[in-house]
């Protein structure tokens, strides 16, 4: 199985503040590397696929990078509605996975 | 727009086998452009990939479930669905079912249902 290491964890922010959150893969991926955002009760959206291929409605400032073994999601000015729970997955070979989630909290 | 909707119960007592549906509405299983998956997530914790079918019946499972999985597909209902046997508390979980887009196999899952709580309990 490709194990997805997500850091960090857990971090604190304000909002206008720019943020990256890192994705690890233990193994290439190519670009098969997916972003979602998850609010309390909710399902998870879809944000970023691909690596970097924004999903239709969502908005500008989140984006997505990366190659081989490390990729990156970049919120460039955070908005109030932001504060949630990010997620990274691999959709390049079965069984797909997720990272273990990036609480984004309000500073 | 698509929409995606869960059901099946809420309460499942240990050994015995859960069965959710996902009811898809404002497109069409059968279509072949997408498949579908479920995905679960015990309370409070991460995102786990359960398996993905396609129109045709063709099924991708996570082998850490052992053999306890099945899905099927009913075109005709524009449904798919899901069997997970032996269940333990261990499964207690939201289960979520989504379409998952088609770009050289299953990748991204663009759509969500809301969820449903199944908790295993006697």
């Known amino acids: 199985d490709i194990q997805m290491t997500q850091s960090p964890s857990s971090l604190s922010a304000s909002v206008g503040d720019r943020v990256t959150i890192s994705c690890r893969t233990s193994?290439?991926?190519?670009?098969?590397l997916n972003w979602y955002q998850q609010k309390p009760g909710k399902a998870p959206k879809l944000l970023i696929y691909?690596?970097?291929s924004l999903q239709s409605g969502v908005p500008s400032r989140f984006s997505g990078s990366g190659s081989g073994t490390d990729f990156t999601l970049t919120i460039s000015r955070l908005q109030p509605e932001d504060f949630a729970t990010y997620y990274c997955?691999?959709?390049?070979?079965?069984?797909?996975?997720f990272g273990q989630g990036a609480k984004l909290e309000i500073k | 727009q698509l929409q995606l909707q869960e059901s099946g119960p809420g309460l499942v007592k240990p050994s015995e086998t859960l069965s959710l549906t996902c009811t898809v509405s404002?497109?069409?299983?059968?279509?072949?452009?997408?498949?579908w998956g479920w995905i679960r997530q015990p309370p409070g914790k991460g995102l786990e990939w359960i398996g993905t079918?396609?129109?045709?019946?063709?099924?991708y499972d996570n082998p850490s479930l052992e053999s306890r999985v099945t899905i099927s597909v009913d075109t005709s209902k524009n449904q798919f669905s899901l069997k997970l046997s032996s269940m333990t508390a261990a499964d207690t979980a939201v289960y979520f079912c989504?379409?998952?887009?088609?770009?050289?196999?299953?990748?991204?899952?663009?759509?969500w249902g809301q969820g449903t709580l199944v908790t295993v309990s006697s």
């Open positions: 989504a379409r998952q887009t088609r770009g050289g196999g299953p990748r991204e899952f663009d759509y």
């Open positions: 404002g497109g069409s299983i059968s279509s072949g452009s997408y498949y």
């Open positions: 079918i396609y129109y045709s019946g063709s099924t």
């Open positions: 193994q290439t991926i190519n670009i098969y």
């Open positions: 691909a690596t970097s």
């Open positions: 997955q691999q959709s390049y070979s079965t069984p797909y996975t």
